[in-house]
């Protein structure tokens, strides 16, 4: 046995980090372990966080890696736009520095890329490609393609979206607004993300990604150079998230928002939900007290992706025009982390009823939506 670890955490990932930072914290002493030579290489995201990220955690990264602010969106679909006005609402960092300012002062093991795992006494003795590790609790945060999630056969409901995103040298008159083009309202979409620095992050999440990147760069004449590509996947779903002495957390375990793709915030507060099992010592208790944060948004949230994404051309169109006329509900409600608000008062509006009419007669149409969901995980 080459060394021998009370907790050890595969993947120094953000939340396998800020996981890491909440341990120590906590008084414990976790290794994790790291198959790339640093941290926070090669980015896969668009960077793009709300501003809960910097206030409503319990350990508050640092702001330095804050490159612009947001103020609003412009959304659009099928040649149809509208603008959302939401002063503040997010900011976009340099994701390689968030990763690397989470991962300060942890004791990480880099070119150590875990391989298989065996079941040893109350622990699981782990094989890497820098030879065995002990541990007594495994923590998978090890991304999207989780490997402690494959070999300990935790199950799960999950489907990878595919996602890629060019840094672009161009500027754009607007700064502090995004720009959403949905290929299908509300959950595969293309982006432009200004840097403020003349650099734009230019991506998507759709099936075909590099033909929809190049279309919508020639669309908009946008002939900047490439100074770097990121891709990556995105797990969408739902997962089993404790198993004896092991869980898992972040991408690994698909806590991800299904509407946005957005995975960081989830993450860390899901991270923050796990130290505080491994703290009390009820690890077994992540999932119910996960669920009872997350379960009810993300069950509703994925019911509204899988209809969404059903749907015919016509309903998405009549869909995307009903949103854009209560523009103002989602400024007043809209939630950068909680989407299911937007759904709530947007029901609550008696105008609502034909869109939603609509929506039960595709459902109706089409009743495999609702069984591929609710599918055991
Ligand atoms: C194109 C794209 C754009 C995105 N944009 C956003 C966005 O704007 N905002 C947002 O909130 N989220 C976004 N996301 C999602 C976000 O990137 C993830 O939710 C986030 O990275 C999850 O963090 P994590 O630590 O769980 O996993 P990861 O960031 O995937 O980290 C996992 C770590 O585990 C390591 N690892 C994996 N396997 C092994 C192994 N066998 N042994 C050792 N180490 C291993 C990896 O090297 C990595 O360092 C985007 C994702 C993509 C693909």
Request: proline share 4%; with cysteine; hydrophobic share 40%.
């Amino acid at each position: 046995m080459k060394k021998s670890q009370k907790i050890v955490i595969v993947g120094a990932g953000p939340v396998g980090n800020y996981l890491g930072q909440l341990l120590k914290h906590f008084g414990f002493d976790p290794l994790i372990l790291e198959e790339h030579p640093e941290v926070g290489k090669p980015v896969s995201c668009a960077g793009i966080v709300g501003k809960d990220v910097f206030s409503d955690t319990l350990l508050a990264p640092s702001k330095a890696t804050i490159l612009n602010t947001i103020d609003g969106a412009k959304v659009s679909f099928n040649g149809s736009a509208f603008l959302l006005k939401r002063p503040q609402v997010a900011y976009i960092i340099d994701r390689s520095a968030f990763d690397k300012e989470l991962s300060k002062g942890l004791k990480i093991e880099f070119n150590t890329r875990f391989l298989s795992v065996e079941k040893s006494g109350p622990g699981y003795r782990l094989k890497t490609t820098n030879g065995d590790y002990y541990a007594d609790i495994l923590i998978g945060a090890d991304g999207p393609n989780s490997k402690v999630r494959k070999l300990l056969d935790f199950s799960h409901n999950i489907k990878l979206y595919k996602g890629l995103q060019y840094r672009v040298r161009w500027e754009v008159a607007d700064r502090d607004r995004v720009e959403v083009s949905y290929i299908k309202p509300f959950s595969l979409f293309t982006w432009l993300i200004p840097e403020a620095n003349g650099i734009v992050r230019i991506g998507t999440i759709c099936d075909k990604p590099l033909a929809e990147l190049e279309k919508f760069m020639k669309e908009r004449n946008i002939t900047g150079e490439i100074v770097e590509k990121n891709a990556g996947p995105i797990p969408i779903g739902t997962c089993q998230l404790v198993k004896d002495n092991a869980a898992l957390v972040g991408d690994a375990a698909c806590q991800i928002k299904p509407i946005t793709s957005g995975g960081i915030f989830y993450g860390m507060k899901s991270a923050e939900i796990l130290a505080n099992c491994i703290k009390e010592e009820k690890l077994a208790e992540y999932e119910k007290n996960w669920n009872t944060e997350f379960g009810q948004e993300i069950k509703l949230c994925l019911l509204a992706r899988n209809i969404l994404e059903n749907m015919s051309d016509d309903g998405l169109k009549k869909v995307f025009e009903y949103v854009k006329d209560n523009t103002s509900v989602i400024e007043k409600v809209g939630d950068f982390e909680n989407h299911s608000s937007i759904f709530w008062s947007l029901a609550a509006n008696p105008r609502t009823y034909s869109t939603i009419g609509n929506v039960i007669y595709e459902v109706i149409k089409k009743p495999q939506i609702l069984f591929r969901l609710f599918r055991k995980k």
